[in-house]
């Protein structure tokens, strides 16, 4: 995407509040805000074990990044993006969220990596007033909000939920399948939680028990132990609350057992990277997903042109995962358009819940905020691995 941002603006760095309807205070920051620049932060795992995301992701912001610079910035401001590695612990990600706010004196977070590290740090930036933005995390409370805690306005999702997504994805699969015998693996922490969470609340809607449940921890390699015991427990549907290496082994798994059994990942199985690595042990793999993942040789008009340009800025091919990060970006700076000249956290947050919708060039369903809801959609794909690509299966569910 190549739109222009133009103008001039000028903004104080400061520290204001705001009246809220039930007379509560919002703090805000307007720190990063100066005459020609915008500063913002992330921290993404660039050299722990979903890396694969983290790279791409940090890779998608900067070539947006420099996309809105090279066409005039946001009202005349370049944004400058500073990037921390949490290595995916929720530890290094405090740490980073502190520098970022004491050092670099960032305006917003932006796209910051993964739930336990997202909530890990999410407070610090509650209390400092700086907006939480879009994280690479779609578990409930980077959206969920209570109106008696003026803080908690600061977080925005544009991400499909894995509560909402599992559900629209398991109930598509449940009624047109034919399952009797559902079963989950999930990572241990706020991801996974989540999963089990849309996993229980649509059978209970269903009135269907699980025929097993069980779990990893985080960064775990070995997955016979939970397979074996799905197996063992007859399941003829198996959820994945993973990520991409996860996602591999208990496939790869279940083929060593000689377990045929249908798959149904989480969104954040629908990357390039799980056929591409999995090979023939992810074949058939099912995915809740929000979005087409486009491929070079069928992609047209701009997302041909932004596919070729990635390439050439990154010398690898573009995935799911920098699509994501690019889009973090890029609705940053559309509201940050929208919010004006005189750019504060109370307008750029004034301008989030205008309820002003974002389009993106890769056929996402629109991103629209408002002052009660901080979720931007929860239209679900459902998406399969075949001949070693994604390929659409059922678009437009909902739970």
Known sequence: MSKSFWAFGLAASAV????????????????????????????????????????PVANGMKMAVEEINAAGGVNGRKIRLVVEDSGYDPKKAVLASQKLIERDKVFAMVGA?????????????????????????????????????????????NLLPYVESTRAALKYMMESKNFQKPCIMHQDDEYGKNVLDGFNRQLATMKVQPASITSYKRGASDFS??????KSDGCDLVV?????????????????????????????????????????????????SQF???????????????????????????????IIGYNTVMTFAFYAQKAGKDLTGQTMLDSLESGEKFLDIFNSPPTRFTKTDHLANTITQ??????????????????
């Open 113 to 157: 990596m993964g739930s336990p590290t997202v909530l890990a740090a999410q407070d610090i930036l509650f209390d400092a007033g700086v907006l939480q933005l879009f994280p690479l995390s779609a578990a409930e409370f980077t959206f969920k909000f209570d109106p008696a805690k003026p803080q908690e306005r600061l977080k925005f999702s």
């Open 382 to 399: 459902v998406q399969q691995v075949k001949g070693g690509r994604w390929v659409l299966v059922k678009d437009n569910l909902m739970f």
């Open 292 to 322: 087409e993942i486009p491929y070079e040789d069928s992609a047209k008009g701009p997302v041909k042109d932004w596919l070729a340009n990635y390439k050439k800025m990154f010398n690898s091919d573009a995935n799911t995962q920098a």
């Open 225 to 230: 132990a939970q397979v074996a015991k799905m």
């Open 16 to 55: 204001v509040l705001i009246c809220l309807p039930a007379a509560a205070q919002t703090k805000f920051t307007n720190e990063g805000i100066s005459a020609g620049e915008i500063v913002i932060g992330t921290h993404q795992d660039l050299s722990g074990p979903i890396k694969g995301w983290g790279v």
């Open 240 to 288: 994945l609350g993973t990520v991409i290496r996860e996602t591999i082994g208990a496939m790869t798994e279940a083929k060593k057992l000689g377990w045929d059994v249908t798959f149904l990942g989480a969104t954040p199985t629908n990357v390039l990277e799980v056929p591409a690595l999995g090979k023939d042990a992810v074949e058939g793999l099912y995915a809740a």
